[in-house]
């Protein structure tokens, strides 16, 4: 196994690293900030904090786009993208008025600040569709998280997790290697850890 976590100025990679470090894999995984750091790579990890634009515009200025899309796309490397990282899985996002990468068709919207209140940061319930990597997860369990914004896939067979705020929103996406999580896996406990070694074990 090779675990690569894309360190950006946007992101939040050292958290991540800890809690893969938790679960016993921590010799095995590095950071990625070049190209180059993604070859031999098996599974690839995409932290996000922050705004889709700046997400963006950090993976273009460190020129990781064309090198994630070969390990992703064409390689089909295990990715997972968390928050944001999720969100610019898809086509784009109403914040900032953001183009993303595209690997997924759908969009990226706001929450009715009106009906509730915005960003939604806490805990909340989320429910899987069966899958391989959330298997050993089960269902209503709680996680965490902090957005403002979630994505509207145009696929429903893209949909890993739902969970509700004003309504049920799209908490995890799923397709072939690409998985991504709204919540934060590593700030939610021992329920984040199991999914995320449920990732690790692909």
């Not at 509730?116 to 709680?142: H, I, L």
Request: aromatic content about 12%; proline content about 3%.
């Amino acid at each position: 196994m090779n675990v690569r976590i894309i360190d950006y100025k946007a992101g939040n990679a050292p958290s991540v690293f800890h809690a893969v470090e938790r679960l016993g894999y921590g010799e095995s995984t590095r950071f990625a900030r070049t190209a180059e750091d993604f070859d031999g790579a098996t599974h690839i990890i995409l932290p996000g904090v922050g705004s889709a634009k700046a997400t963006m515009e950090s993976l273009r200025g460190l020129d990781l786009i064309p090198a994630l899309e070969e390990a992703v796309l064409k390689k089909s490397v295990c990715f997972l993208g968390v928050c944001v990282g999720m969100q610019i899985l898809f086509e784009h996002s109403e914040e900032e008025n953001a183009d993303c990468l595209g690997w997924l068709e759908g969009r990226v919207v706001k929450f009715d600040n009106t009906k509730v209140r915005v960003p939604q940061m806490g805990w909340n319930q989320v429910r899987f569709v069966d899958s391989q990597a959330s298997k050993k997860s089960g269902e209503d369990r709680y996680y965490y998280f902090v957005n403002s914004y979630y994505v509207k896939p145009e696929n429903p067979s893209d949909i890993w997790a739902t969970a509700f705020y004003n309504g049920e929103f799209t908490a995890a996406v799923h397709r072939g290697n690409i998985y991504g999580t709204q919540f934060h896996i590593e700030k939610s406990g021992e329920s984040g850890l199991t999914l995320l070694k449920g990732f690790l074990d692909l």
